[in-house]
């Protein structure tokens, strides 16, 4: 399931932009992204609705008991390179022009439903469905270090797609390493909260403020942001070696055994 999930996002990202340069001709390549993106979400959604997996990825699931303190890593990749960044640059946001449609450009308020509704919700619903959700489930019952390493790998290769849409070599080359090391952390905290919205809503506020940064806040944001991952990286490696020997997924467990009390269930 892993590679063809891997084949079918490579096919996406290859054949999806001509097919819609050809029916909508006048979008901009910010355009076309978004309707790329929102593609996506219908078929990660097509895809666990099909797949009957709703209850499975945990999307609406209550936090573990003691996964609380995990909501903590998911703030500190929030807050750490951001209250850095504010610290450091004397004029840290900008509106930047975007259009949608060729020689239009949108007002302020048009880029900021295209940035949080356009590209960031979509993004934060899909590939957490998808890697988080989807994929880290399918591979739990073969231990937990498997399946955070195929989410991981996953979820940064799926970044080269990004190439189909004219971003530049080296900044695809960035994101797609530094999702799949922060891909090792997330599926640590995923597995720790027992369920998917926080990361949900962690993803979506990472993927909102960034585009708003200026060039000048932006060079300091980065490396924070890759040390802060490296960090996280860290934490999750050790919380999966401590978890190495769970091997089946808990909904998988109270199948087996009917009469166990599933108060405690994650």
């Given at each position: 399931?892993?590679?063809?999930?891997?084949?079918?996002?490579?096919?996406?990202?290859?054949?999806?932009?001509?097919?819609?340069?050809?029916?909508?001709?006048?979008?901009?390549?910010?355009?076309?992204?978004?309707?790329?993106?929102?593609?996506?979400?219908?078929?990660?959604?097509?895809?666990?609705?099909?797949?009957?997996?709703?209850?499975?990825?945990?999307?609406?699931?209550?936090?573990?008991?003691?996964?609380?303190?995990?909501?903590?890593?998911?703030?500190?990749?929030?807050?750490?390179?951001?209250?850095?960044?504010?610290?450091?640059?004397?004029?840290?946001?900008?509106?930047?022009?975007?259009?949608?449609?060729?020689?239009?450009?949108?007002?302020?308020?048009?880029?900021?439903?295209?940035?949080?509704?356009?590209?960031?919700?979509?993004?934060?619903?899909?590939?957490?469905?998808?890697?988080?959700?989807?994929?880290?489930?399918?591979?739990?019952?073969?231990?937990?270090?498997?399946?955070?390493?195929?989410?991981?790998v996953l979820f940064g290769a799926s970044h080269l797609s990004l190439l189909a849409?004219?971003?530049?070599?080296?900044?695809?080359?960035?994101?797609?390493?530094?999702?799949?090391?922060?891909?090792?952390?997330?599926?640590?905290?995923?597995?720790?909260?027992?369920?998917?919205?926080?990361?949900?809503?962690?993803?979506?506020?990472?993927?909102?403020?960034?585009?708003?940064?200026?060039?000048?806040?932006?060079?300091?944001?980065?490396?924070?942001?890759?040390?802060?991952?490296?960090?996280?990286?860290?934490?999750?490696?050790?919380?999966?070696?401590?978890?190495?020997?769970?091997?089946?997924?808990?909904?998988?467990?109270?199948?087996?055994?009917?009469?166990?009390?599933?108060?405690?269930?994650?």
């Amino acid at each position: 399931m892993y590679v063809s999930i891997l084949a079918a996002m490579l096919v996406f990202g290859v054949v999806a932009r001509p097919i819609v340069e050809t029916l909508a001709p006048d979008l901009s390549v910010i355009g076309i992204r978004v309707v790329l993106n929102w593609v996506f979400v219908a078929l990660v959604v097509g895809l666990v609705s099909w797949l009957g997996w709703w209850r499975k990825v945990r999307l609406t699931a209550p936090i573990a008991s003691g996964g609380r303190r995990y909501l903590l890593v998911l703030a500190a990749l929030l807050v750490v390179p951001l209250g850095v960044t504010l610290a450091l640059t004397p004029a840290p946001f900008a509106v930047p022009e975007f259009t949608i449609l060729d020689g239009q450009t949108l007002s302020t308020a048009g880029v900021v439903v295209l940035v949080v509704v356009g590209f960031a919700l979509g993004a934060a619903v899909s590939e957490e469905l998808l890697y988080r959700g989807v994929v880290l489930r399918s591979f739990e019952s073969r231990g937990r270090i498997p399946a955070a390493l195929a989410a991981s790998v996953l979820f940064g290769a799926s970044h080269l797609s990004l190439l189909a849409v004219g971003v530049p070599l080296s900044e695809v080359l960035l994101v797609s390493v530094l999702s799949a090391v922060s891909g090792i952390g997330l599926a640590a905290v995923a597995f720790r909260l027992g369920t998917l919205w926080p990361l949900v809503g962690w993803h979506f506020l990472q993927n909102s403020f960034p585009a708003f940064l200026t060039p000048e806040a932006m060079a300091v944001f980065v490396p924070v942001n890759v040390a802060v991952v490296l960090g996280v990286a860290i934490l999750g490696t050790w919380l999966l070696w401590t978890d190495r020997n769970v091997r089946v997924a808990d909904d998988e467990m109270q199948a087996d055994t009917p009469t166990q009390p599933t108060g405690n269930r994650i």
